[in-house]
């Protein structure tokens, strides 16, 4: 499946970061909380729209626990930049699983596709092009199981922690200069 990120997410434990990258680890973790500043998810839904074109369908990836109000919040800040964008919970989380980022910390790994717990919701969707929203991707195996259980859909995230797979994104995007429906 293809991902699309606004920007790239470094971790600290790799070296020092610079403002920039300090910003978007912050913008990160804040687009996690629902709690948040309406300019952090503006910020974020900006460069996140300026990625993709509408009509569009935005689909909000559930947290961990199933919660997908942050997400949501992030697809109606999306959808304000994009005419035509359209945000639909079209995928749910049957049963909660561990947190990623306390499986990174710990050197556990990722969670397998198979174990995210998502279904496909009986919401209809018009045949628009379908982005699965989230704030952070760092092996894809969210986004994989998203579109495993919808059965299609382009990952779109404010940041993506695999720098390898950001610079391939990056050309595609360039490639196409529209939605990218390349199947990677």
Known sequence: M????ARLYISPRTRALTAEEAETRRLSYAIKDRRSSTADFA???LEMARLISGPCWLVPIPSRTGDTVANTIL???IASFLTGART???IIRTSPIESQCA?????LG???PADHHFKRSPKFLDALPVFLV?????????????HDALGFGTGL???DAACHRVQMQTDLFLQETATIYVTL
């Open 75 to 77: 697809c109606m800040q």
């Open 88 to 90: 639909v919970k079209a």
């Open 103 to 107: 499986r990174h910390r710990s050197a």
């Open 43 to 45: 910020t974020a839904g």
């Open 157 to 159: 995230v404010f940041a």
């Open 134 to 146: 989230d704030n952070v991707t760092t092996s894809g195996n969210t986004l994989q199981a998203a």
């Open 2 to 5: 293809n991902i699309i990120a």
């Open 110 to 112: 990722p969670i397998r």
